[in-house]
């Protein structure tokens, strides 16, 4: 498989793994606090936003700072966009400049990986833990169209 390929697919595991945990999550979730010094789950997917922004940034493109919190919804939905930007800067056979891809595998996309756990043990906490999944079997797909899948 090729590094490109590696990538889409790390991506679209990334954004499946997020749906799961967000999925059918209930109003009050975004601001649910678990304890003192732990994120809301609001603020994981504005963190998770905003370091995929900064990926895409690596690759020469604009992409909001967006430090302010906003609503649930609204974080979830530029969480998303990031996401799907970044996969289409790969289909588009594009390569970060800044740093290298060793390096946006071990920050941004493995960071995102770690928040996703952790909203799924925050939907535990919170009364409305998220249905089990067996990820090794379920399929995965590229979130943007191209000729590579």
Not at 85 to 112: H, K, M
Request: glycine share 8%; charged share 20%; proline share 5%.
């Amino acid at each position: 498989m090729d590094e490109t390929r590696l990538f889409r697919h790390l991506l679209a595991t990334i954004a499946f793994r997020a749906e799961v945990a967000l999925k059918d999550a209930p109003e009050d979730f975004g601001q649910f606090e678990a304890g003192n010094g732990v994120r809301k789950p609001v603020e994981l997917v504005h963190h998770m936003t905003q370091i995929l922004n900064r990926a895409v940034r690596a690759f020469g493109q604009d992409a909001p700072a967006g430090d302010t919190v906003l609503g649930w919804s609204e974080e979830c939905a530029l969480w998303e966009a990031a996401l799907q930007r970044l996969d289409a800067l790969y289909a588009a056979g594009g390569r970060p400049g800044t740093f290298s891809e060793e390096v946006l595998l071990q920050g941004p996309l493995s960071d995102c990986l770690t928040h996703i756990g952790q909203l799924v043990m925050l939907r535990r906490l919170h009364g409305r833990p998220t249905e089990p999944v067996s990820y090794m079997r379920v399929p995965i797909h590229f979130l943007t169209s191209s000729g590579l899948s």
